[in-house]
C-alpha cells in the first residue's frame, strides 16, 4: 500500500512547450478555425485531443494545407525543404520551433555554409533531428555532411578523414548521462572536433532528469506523465529504472494498474516538459486514494518565459 508520494520539482511544461501551445490558441483567437499545424505541436495526446476540438489541423506534410491558408510549424523546428514548400504554397507562417532548438538550427547552418562536417547527436527519425538534418541539407554551399549517431557504437562505426573539419551538436532533449559519454567518445576518436559554446540540451530537460533522479532514489516506483512519442519523457523513464527501481510511462491516470503498486510503499511522480499539470493532478489524486502523503521535492526555480511571434501581437 502506498503510504508516500515524492511529486518532482520542477516537472511538466517548458517555456518552449508553453510558448508553442500559446502560439496555436492565439492564432485561434485572433483568426479563427481553422488553424493548421504541421505535425503535432507539442509531443502530448491529450494537448494535441483538446487542440483538435478547437478547431486545429494537425498534418504532416505542408501540401496537405489549401493555399494561402495559416499553417504554424511545430515546436520541434521544420527543415528547409518545409520551410521552401509553404512559402511555394502561399502560406501564413508562423514559427513555433522552440528557441533553443532554433539555436541548434543556427549552429548547423553555420557550419555547413564553412564547409564543416557536423555530428548529430540524438535519435534518427525524431521530429526535432529530421529539422535539424534539413536545416543543414538546405544550407550546405559545398560538400560538407552531417552524420546522425543515437549511441557509442555509432560512433565507432563513423568514418571521416582526421583532416576534416568537424563540429558536433546535440537534440535538446537527450539523456544528458548519455549524452556526455557519448561526446566523450567523439572526442577521443576526433580530438579536433569542435563543440557548442553551451550545452545543446535545454535547461528544462536537464532540471527534470536531474529532478527524477532525486525522487527516483527514495522511491520504490516512479511514474512519469507523458506521451509515449515525447523524448524527454521517455528519456525520464530510463533515469528512473537507472537507479534500480520500476518506472512507468504513463499518459494519464487511467494507466495506472493496480500490479504497477504491489509491494510499493513510497511512490515517485514526475511529468515529461510537454505534459499538463491536470494530469499529475489526476495521477496524484489516484494514488493518494489510501490515504498517501504528497511531498513536494524541492529544485530548481524555472522562470524563463519566450516571447510570441510579433506578427500574432499586432
Request: proline share 4%; aromatic share 4%.
Amino acid at each position: 500500500m502506498v503510504e508516500k508520494i515524492l511529486l518532482a520539482n520542477p516537472r511538466g511544461f517548458c517555456a518552449g512547450v508553453q510558448r508553442a501551445i500559446q502560439i496555436v490558441e492565439t492564432a485561434l483567437a485572433k483568426f479563427g478555425a481553422p488553424i493548421y499545424v504541421r505535425h503535432e505541436i507539442v509531443h502530448n495526446r491529450f494537448v494535441v485531443d483538446g487542440l483538435r476540438q478547437k478547431g486545429v489541423v494537425f498534418v504532416e506534410d505542408v501540401n496537405e494545407v489549401p493555399e494561402g491558408e495559416i499553417v504554424i510549424f511545430s515546436a520541434h523546428g521544420v527543415s528547409k525543404e518545409v520551410e521552401r514548400k509553404a512559402a511555394r504554397r502561399n502560406l501564413r507562417v508562423f514559427d513555433a520551433t522552440c528557441p533553443l532548438v532554433s539555436k541548434i538550427h543556427s549552429q548547423v547552418i553555420r557550419n555547413a555554409k564553412v564547409g564543416r562536417d557536423t555530428i548529430l547527436i540524438g535519435h534518427p527519425g525524431h521530429a526535432e533531428v529530421e529539422g535539424t538534418l534539413g536545416q543543414f541539407v538546405g544550407a550546405a554551399e559545398c560538400s560538407a555532411k552531417i552524420h546522425v549517431v543515437a549511441n557509442q557504437d555509432d560512433v565507432a562505426s563513423i568514418d571521416i578523414d582526421a583532416n576534416t573539419p568537424l563540429a558536433y551538436v546535440t537534440q535538446t532533449t537527450l539523456s544528458v548521462d548519455d549524452a556526455r559519454d557519448i561526446i566523450a567518445e567523439l572526442k577521443e576518436k576526433f580530438p579536433h572536433i569542435s563543440g557548442p559554446n553551451s550545452e545543446d540540451i535545454c535547461y528544462a530537460t536537464q532540471n527534470r532528469q536531474d529532478a527524477v533522479k532525486e525522487i527516483a532514489r527514495q522511491a520504490d516506483a516512479v511514474f512519469v506523465v507523458g506521451s509515449k512519442n515525447s523524448s524527454n519523457s521517455n528519456r525520464l523513464k530510463e533515469i528512473g529504472e537507472k537507479q534500480g527501481g520500476k518506472a512507468y510511462l504513463i499518459d494519464c491516470a487511467d494507466e495506472i494498474e493496480p500490479s504497477m503498486l504491489q509491494g510499493v510503499k513510497v511512490v515517485g511522480v514526475t511529468a515529461g516538459a510537454s505534459a499538463p499539470e491536470g494530469l499529475v493532478q489526476e495521477v496524484l489524486k489516484k494514488l493518494s486514494i489510501g490515504g498517501a502523503k504528497v511531498e513536494q521535492l524541492g529544485g530548481v526555480s524555472e522562470n524563463i518565459v519566450f516571447s510570441l511571434p510579433k506578427q500574432l501581437l499586432t
